[in-house]
């Protein structure tokens, strides 16, 4: 967690692709697809900015509720974005992280992902960590039951599982010292968390920003960085 103005993991919900599309009285998948190309845009930004960590939700474990026709665009994003956007994230060293449950996924997305994160694997610079098929209440309780099965195990004791313990067992657990974010930005006017890394963002940073995610820009991006670094965080002292 950093303490200064510097953002080390930023984390977004990019929302607001299906009214983005509807005012321009286009399908809502027109939106998405413009919202990935603007995870492009950001990305680069963020990496120039000296982001380590960039978390970004695309698909919640909710978001399967939507009609099947969008759910399987959706589906489609990951092979099309880094079937196009590969060579640059090579390119500027970025590793590629998945975060979800990958059961539920198609398999050609599956694949995609899995390929993405092995190719990216000994890459060293920004870590560019997808929420996919992510749900934080979810992701609690898997933690609970892995430390509960251990407990009966005999493994370990109940007594002293405690907050370091218990963020081992979640999926920021490989991200170390930065699993959790400095700054959470939620583009589209919501002001909520929608089951995103509800135990990460305890202490973090939060911005809310009207416009819709395929019109977040490097300058919005630049305004909601500098918010941060006016912020005071201070983490229960005085
Ligand atoms: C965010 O945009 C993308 C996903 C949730 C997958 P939305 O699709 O939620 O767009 P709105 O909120 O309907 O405008
Ligand atoms: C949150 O957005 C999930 C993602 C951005 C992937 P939603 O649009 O699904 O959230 P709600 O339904 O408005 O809370
Ligand atoms: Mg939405």
Not at 67 to 79: A, C, I, N, R
Not at 115 to 143: C, K, Q, V
Not at 219 to 228: H, I, R
């Amino acid at each position: 967690m950093s303490q200064t103005g510097q953002v080390r993991h930023l984390a977004i919900i990019m929302d607001g692709n299906g009214r983005w599309a509807k005012k321009r009285h286009l399908p809502r998948m027109a939106g998405h697809k413009q919202g990935m190309e603007n995870i492009r845009r950001i990305a680069r930004a963020c990496d120039d900015h000296g982001i380590k960590v960039l978390t970004l939700y695309a698909f919640s474990t909710e978001n399967w509720a939507r009609p099947k026709k969008e759910v399987s665009y959706l589906m489609s994003l990951p092979v099309n974005f880094f079937n196009h956007y590969m060579p640059e994230l090579q390119e500027r060293n970025v590793k590629v992280k998945i975060m979800g449950y990958p059961d539920k996924l198609p398999a050609a997305t599956e694949k995609a992902v899995q390929r993405a994160m092995a190719e990216t694997a000994d890459n060293t610079g920004m870590i560019l960590n997808f929420a996919f098929n992510y749900g934080s209440r979810a992701e609690i309780i898997s933690a609970c039951q892995e430390l509960a099965a251990e407990a009966a195990a005999g493994k370990i004791d109940p007594a002293e599982i405690d907050e370091q313990s218990f963020s081992q067992h979640l999926m920021t657990a490989d991200l170390g010292e930065l699993a959790d974010p400095d700054l959470l930005i939620r583009t589209s006017g919501e002001e909520r968390l929608s089951n995103f890394l509800l135990w990460q963002l305890a202490y973090s940073e939060f911005y809310f920003i009207d416009r819709f995610w395929p019109d977040f820009d490097e300058d919005d991006l630049q305004t909601a960085l500098t918010a941060f670094a006016n912020r005071h965080r201070r983490f229960g002292k005085i």
